[in-house]
T-cell receptor, first 114, second 118 residues
Framework: AQSVTQPDIHITVSEGASLELRCNYS??????LFWYVQSPGQGLQLLLK??????LVQGIKGFEAEFKRSQSSFNLRKPSVHWSDAAEYFC????????????FGDGTTLTVKP | DTEVTQTPKHLVMGMTNKKSLKCEQH?????MYWYKQKAKKPPELMFV???????INESVPSRFSPECPNSSLLNLHLHALQPEDSALYLC?????????????????FGSGTRLTVV
């Protein structure tokens, strides 16, 4: 069975500082990996995805993530955080079978200090 | 059009009511999903439709009844709900991928329906 762990429940960074959100997954083969962002009261928005190939993937809003098979990790990074980045971030793993079912981590709440 | 539209945005219903949530997408996606999200929790999968056929039902109680009338529309019919069913209901769509069209290339979510059962 696939699963995702986001070790950090809550992270606070200062505006302009760099950011790294951690994600570890469990899956028997190479998974599809995703990061989503959710602002309060809104749906989720896809930030980026990894299927295969280059292990460093670029996404929207200046985010990037690196797939590390040896560590079963897919950490999200941003070099300089903006106040508008404050939100809930979800890592998800999607099976290559099973009708496109994605399993989400519990999420990390990002607070940005001025 | 790169949106998934959900209506209504808010819904309050009594435990004996019948109501429906609607979802529409015009991106040509052939997989559509219903997720339920409680406060401060991740989305939980309820149903998956792939090419207009129900492919996954995650043991959802029968008081929730999904329907996919065509490739653009997804409905969730609600009847005799309980207060614990109050949540944000999210619709998503994706383009099936993988070797047999049974993976997803990332979801496009709607903004959700905030459901309160009284």
């Amino acid at each position: 069975a696939q699963s995702v762990t986001q070790p950090d429940i809550h992270i606070t960074v200062s505006e302009g500082a760099s950011l790294e959100l951690r994600c570890n997954y469990s899956y028997g083969a190479t998974p599809y990996l995703f990061w989503y962002v959710q602002s309060p009261g809104q749906g989720l928005q896809l930030l980026l995805k990894y299927f295969s190939g280059d292990t460093l993937v670029q996404g929207i809003k200046g985010f990037e993530a690196e797939f590390k098979r040896s560590q079963s990790s897919f950490n999200l990074r941003k070099p300089s955080v903006h106040w508008s980045d404050a939100a809930e971030y979800f890592c998800a793993v999607g099976a290559r079978t099973n009708a496109g079912k994605s399993t989400f981590g519990d999420g990390t709440t990002l607070t940005v200090k001025p | 059009d790169t949106e998934v539209t959900q209506t209504p945005k808010h819904l309050v219903m009594g435990m004996t009511n019948k109501k429906s949530l609607k979802c529409e997408q015009h991106m040509g996606h052939r997989a559509m999903y219903w997720y339920k999200q409680k406060a401060k929790k991740p989305p939980e999968l309820m149903f998956v439709y792939s090419y207009e056929k129900l492919s996954i039902n995650e043991s959802v109680p029968s008081r929730f009844s999904p329907e996919c009338p065509n490739s653009s529309l997804l409905n969730l019919h609600l009847h005799a709900l309980q207060p614990e069913d109050s949540a944000l209901y999210l619709c998503a769509s994706s383009q099936p991928g993988g070797d047999r069209g049974n993976a997803n290339y990332g979801y496009t979510f709607g903004s959700g329906t905030r459901l309160t059962v009284v």
